[in-house]
Nanobody, 117 residues
Framework: VQLQAYGGGLVQAGGSLRLFCAAS????????MGWYRQAPGKQRELVAS???????NYADSVKGRFTISRDNDKNTVYLQMTSLKPEDTAVYYC????????????WGQGTLVTVSS
């Protein structure tokens, strides 16, 4: 599956953005859909994930501010980001994982989010 992330941009601190991850085919069979981010000079980190069963998981730094959702009918995963902080500045990557006959991970190309103070 190919993933295309978009929706990033420049926003002031306290603002909101909604990221989109469009998949080239059905994500119904994907066990986990997630968003990761990588800030300059830092390692890539998990931001949020959503399982096919509806369980969500968030990094402590974004809990209460970010919401992940997946629409299997539209083959799209969303990341609603609110109360953005300068430290949220990073390239955000969409990820899909399927646990069938091995672990398969798929990545999108990333979308840049810049939060100004």
């Amino acid at each position: 599956v190919q993933l295309q992330a978009y929706g990033g941009g420049l926003v002031q601190a306290g603002g909101s953005l909604r990221l989109f991850c469009a998949a080239s085919r059905s994500i119904f069979s994907m066990n986990v859909m997630g968003w990761y981010r990588q800030a300059p000079g830092k390692q890539r980190e998990l931001v949020a994930s959503a399982t096919s069963g509806g369980t969500t998981n968030y990094a402590d730094s974004v809990k209460g501010r970010f919401t992940i959702s997946r629409d299997n009918d539209k083959n799209t995963v969303y990341l609603q980001m609110t109360s953005l902080k300068p430290e949220d500045t990073a390239v955000y990557y969409c990820n899909a994982e399927r646990y069938y006959r091995g672990n398969h991970a798929y990545w999108g190309q990333g979308t840049l989010v810049t939060v100004s103070s």
